[in-house]
């Protein structure tokens, strides 16, 4: 892999891939600037349409109020993919988190095994785990018939 990493970049075809990549990278901005271009134009005969038809104050009012919406519903839509993101997120880091205190453990489960205080050192954080576990499954559940008694 180093090697051939090493001779691409002795054969300057890294320097080919960077031209390519950046002529690329022009012809798209381009592309994309014409592109709003185009559309700004559609809008403007939309509007000419419009104003012929109804009158240049009602269109501008129409066209005013239809991108505000639009600009609204675009954050709307930004703020729930934003959240749903953040709970994925969050749900990552904690899968990942979990995963990390396991192998910690799991790897220092030999060392603590070899001293003689290492089995009360197991043992203490375990029955928490468990006390806390069966206090979770008999509490009372919000709202329920225990609760208000």
């Not at 240049?56 to 600009?71: D, M, P």
Request: charged share 20%.
């Amino acid at each position: 892999m180093l090697a051939s990493l090493i001779a691409s970049f002795a054969s300057g075809e890294t320097g080919l891939a960077v031209r390519r990549l950046r002529r690329a990278a022009i012809a798209y901005l381009f592309a994309a600037a014409a592109g709003l271009c185009g559309v700004g134009f559609l809008i403007g005969a939309g509007y000419i349409a419009a104003a012929r038809r109804y009158g240049t104050l009602e269109t501008s009012l129409a066209f005013g109020i239809g991108f505000l919406v639009l600009a609204g519903i675009i954050l709307i839509i930004h703020r729930l993919a934003a959240g749903s993101r953040r709970r994925r997120e969050v749900r990552r880091r904690n899968q990942d988190m979990a995963a990390m205190a396991v192998a910690s453990g799991l790897a220092l489960l030999p060392s603590l095994l070899r001293k003689p205080a290492g089995l009360g050192a197991l043992a203490a954080p375990a029955i928490a785990a468990v006390a806390y576990a069966i206090y979770r499954e008999n509490r009372p559940k919000e709202g329920s018939a225990d609760d208000e008694a």
